[in-house]
T-cell receptor
Framework: GAVVSQHPSWVICKSGTSVKIECRSLDFQATTMFWYRQFPKQSLMLMATSNEGSKATYEQGVEKDKFLINHASLTLSTLTVTSAHPEDSSFYIC????????????FGEGSWLTVV | GQQLNQSPQSMFIQEGEDVSMNCTSSSIFNTWLWYKQEPGEGPVLLIALYKAGELTSNGRLTAQFGITRKDSFLNISASIPSDVGIYFCAGQSPGNQFYFGTGTSLTVIP
């Protein structure tokens, strides 16, 4: 089956620094990847849709200058949390759609970010 | 983004009982997907449905794509403690957008 891998699984960073999370589709090409944020016991909150070779589309209320998304290849999208603050601490999850118009999406394992 | 109506929001059941949850939408979908998420992990795809009326099983799990294309349900038979988790539905619209349900939190009491 299709596999999506996220790295790192856990990261702790100091307030004010930036941290990058990678999302890779291991055995398929993903023109479109999605980034979510999830608070404890809550549903997934879509942050942005990442399209290979073009700018990401951000959901309302998500700061694009704070959450930088780059989708430079068909198998890799990155989320960079810039100038992180404690309130950015959360579980970040990516997913990928198989193919340009695939009808199934697969999720990564998630990345826990703690900002101290 | 838009979210689908998923119910119930949470369930507490005895081990061995059957479970049923559903998702509804005001508009039609071409695909329905069901995921399970365990604490601290990403959602894992359980069942994918691609045709109205389709009924698909995966072990003790059965899901159906509603004939109106506006709903889907997931059943779990003879629940066991490891079924604990949050179950999400997702639908793909004719416009190729994905929408998610708010999740059903399942607790199985041994």
């Amino acid at each position: 089956g299709a596999v999506v891998s996220q790295h790192p699984s856990w990261v702790i960073c100091k307030s004010g620094t930036s941290v990058k999370i990678e999302c890779r589709s291991l055995d398929f090409q993903a023109t479109t990847m999605f980034w979510y944020r999830q608070f404890p016991k809550q549903s997934l909150m879509l942050m942005a849709t990442s399209n290979e070779g073009s700018k990401a589309t951000y959901e309302q209320g998500v700061e694009k200058d704070k959450f930088l998304i780059n989708h430079a290849s068909l198998t890799l999208s990155t989320l960079t949390v810039t100038s992180a603050h404690p309130e950015d601490s959360s579980f970040y999850i990516c997913s990928a759609r198989e193919g340009a118009s695939g009808n199934t999406i697969y999720f990564g394992e998630g990345s826990w970010l703690t900002v101290v | 983004g838009q979210q689908l109506n998923q119910s119930p929001q949470s369930m507490f059941i005895q081990e061995g009982e059957d479970v049923s949850m559903n998702c509804t939408s005001s508009s039609i979908f071409n695909t329905w997907l069901w995921y399970k998420q365990e604490p601290g992990e990403g959602p894992v795809l359980l069942i994918a449905l691609y045709k109205a009326g389709e009924l698909t099983s995966n072990g003790r799990l059965t899901a159906q794509f509603g004939i109106t294309r506006k709903d889907s349900f997931l059943n779990i038979s003879a629940s066991i403690p490891s079924d604990v988790g949050i179950y999400f539905c997702a639908g793909q619209s004719p416009g190729n957008q994905f929408y998610f349900g708010t999740g059903t939190s399942l607790t199985v009491i041994p």
